[in-house]
T-cell receptor, first 111, second 113 residues
């Protein structure tokens, strides 16, 4: 039982480059989330999805896009990376009335 | 404006003693509260939760207390063990089925042997 798997685990981007972070869950959870963790800020919600084909904005959505074409996958895209997007990104999934299951994170550095 | 605040960035406790981690919230609509524990290079893992209909929930060495009038909750770990050294996040939501949860900034706990 893999739970929530994030790829890649580390990435360094140059300003202006694009990339996609992949999140996959094998628990048949309806809800999926992308958070970023920054020092002193805790976990802030970027985007979330309540089901296949649906997405919604969280607290800090600017500069990011997401897609949920399949129930088990939630992709986070950065079209033009900026140094302010240097962070640790966590994906999470859950089913209704239960707590989150988090992935192990992706550490992204934008130089 | 942070709706969930953990005002102590770090806490150091001797092994065997009690650890008390505090959390304050501002949104009176929050009625479900959770604590998550995070080790380095891992994602947060669920530790314990409490609904607003209760003022205490206990699970082994971990107890969460909720004071709704003060909009304050705390996590007590007794006795503290070196393996408890981690970052603890407080989180709050409107109902257990809420689409999103607001997390605090976290408190790093050091348990000294």
């Amino acid at each position: 039982n893999a739970g929530v798997t994030q790829t890649p685990k580390f990435r360094v981007l140059k300003t202006g480059q694009s990339m996609t972070l992949l999140c996959a869950q094998d628990m048949n959870h309806e809800y999926m989330y992308w958070y970023r963790q920054d020092p002193g800020m805790g976990l802030r919600l970027i985007h979330y999805s309540v089901g296949e084909g649906t997405t919604a904005k969280g607290e800090v959505p600017d500069g990011y896009n997401v897609s949920r074409l399949k129930k088990q996958n939630f992709l986070l895209g950065l079209e033009s990376a900026a140094p302010s997007q240097t962070s640790v990104y966590f994906c999470a999934s859950r089913k209704a009335n239960y707590g989150y299951t988090f992935g192990s994170g992706t550490r992204l550095t934008v130089v | 404006d942070q709706q969930v605040k953990q005002n102590s960035p770090s806490l150091s406790v001797q092994e065997g003693r009690i650890s008390i981690l505090n959390c304050d919230y501002t949104n009176s609509m929050f009625d479900y509260f959770l604590w998550y524990k995070k080790y380095p290079a891992e994602g947060p893992t669920f530790l314990i939760s409490i609904s607003s209909i209760k003022d205490k929930n206990e699970d082994g060495r971990f107890t969460v207390f909720l004071n709704k009038s003060a909009k304050h909750l705390s996590l007590h770990i007794v006795p503290s063990q070196p393996g408890d050294s981690a970052v603890y996040f407080c989180a709050a939501s409107e109902g257990t089925g809420g689409f999103k949860t607001i997390f605090g900034a976290g408190t790093r706990l050091f348990v000294k042997a």
